[in-house]
């Protein structure tokens, strides 16, 4: 960038192993360039420790720019110098850059050193002088320290970031966990884990459920398994000469209405009263225990 090509400022007090100079867009501040990423790492956190302020990264083989601000530039630039945390930041671009080129291709230019009340506008000060390319918001403010974000910069980042990681570009794509780390995932979850341990659910939260159930239709086959998993048998006796004879044992009342062509309130109705349906069929039900 331009601003390592400008001339030493006599009069600054500021004391920095970093080159000085003056800042073209405000004559009233100096701007610091660390002129080597890589060979200057302890003393960009020597120097800017308890200070905020905005900074710039500055690809030195491509001339793309990224534009930052801090509350606490130690603890951001202490980020940037650890090639683990950018490698977890995969959203980054200044990251991945970093990661791609080295830092000794960096260099590092302090645009100034202001209070954190007004670090949000004099980014975006920058932001409409630079244009940075690395940066994916050019709203200022978009990424501070604690990394919380407005629910609108949430959706812009949602928005920006749409279609890139799904299908062959998703992070679990093709991959298949192993039993130890499904019973890990599980440990996790249980008991005092599991985020709703020890809770009850509200009464509306409980009705929400209910309304939300009752618009679900389960398909045939679920029906059954869920029957048998109740372990309710209901048994249809026909009436012979010698007596009663099982014609049908069936997991619900609905399967042994269906079987006799006629409504399982029906059956239900002659399973509590006990009597005999047109003097010809009887009906008991049972609970089996489930087999493991």
Same mark, same amino acid.
């Given at each position: ?19 000085? /100079?003056?800042?073209? =867009? ?15 790492? +302890? ?11 905005? #900074? ?17 530039? #130690?603890?951001? @630039? *202490? ?26 291709? @960096? ?5 100034? $050193? /202001? ?10 000060? #920058? ?15 978009? $990424? ?9 910069? *949430?959706? +812009?980042?949602? %928005?920006?970031?749409?279609?890139? @990681? ?13 039993? !130890?780390?499904?019973? =890990?995932?599980?440990?996790?979850? %249980? ?33 059954? =398994? ?22 049908? %044992? ?8 269906? @079987? =006799? ?13 006990? !009597?005999?349906?047109?003097?010809? $069929? *009887?009906? *008991? %039900?049972?609970?089996?225990? !489930?087999?493991?």
């Amino acid at each position: 960038m331009f601003f390592r090509n400008y001339s030493y400022s006599t009069d600054s007090k500021i004391d920095t192993k970093g080159t000085i /100079c003056n800042n073209p =867009l405000d004559k009233e501040k100096n701007i610091i360039v660390y002129n080597n990423v890589d060979e200057f790492k +302890k003393d960009i956190l020597e120097e800017n420790k308890v200070r905020s302020g905005i #900074y710039m990264f500055t690809n030195k083989e491509t001339k793309d720019i990224y534009i930052g601000q801090s509350k606490n530039l #130690y603890n951001r @630039f *202490k980020n940037y110098l650890n090639p683990s945390y950018l490698r977890r930041e995969k959203n980054s671009r200044i990251g991945r850059a970093i990661l791609k080129y080295g830092y000794s291709s @960096f260099s590092l230019t302090i645009l100034e $050193y /202001c209070d954190k009340e007004i670090l949000t506008a004099r980014e975006q000060f #920058y932001f409409d002088s630079l244009n940075p390319t690395y940066n994916i918001l050019r709203t200022a403010g978009a $990424y501070v320290d604690v990394f919380t974000h407005s629910d609108e910069t *949430k959706i +812009k980042i949602r %928005s920006s970031l749409k279609g890139i @990681f799904v299908g062959e570009k998703a992070p679990w794509f093709g991959r298949k966990r192993s039993e !130890e780390t499904k019973a =890990l995932m599980s440990l996790k979850k %249980s008991k005092s884990n599991n985020p709703l341990f020890g809770k009850d659910h509200s009464e509306e939260t409980k009705e929400l459920m209910r309304q939300k159930a009752l618009g679900r239709k389960h398909s045939e086959e679920t029906k059954l =398994l869920m029957s048998t998993k109740r372990g309710i048998i209901t048994e249809v006796y026909e009436k012979s000469e010698i007596g009663f004879k099982l014609i049908g %044992s069936f997991t619900s009342a609905r399967q042994a209405a269906k @079987f =006799l062509g006629i409504s399982a309130s029906t059956i239900n109705k002659y399973l509590k009263s006990g !009597e005999i349906l047109k003097n010809k $069929y *009887k009906f *008991k %039900s049972q609970f089996v225990q !489930e087999s493991k």
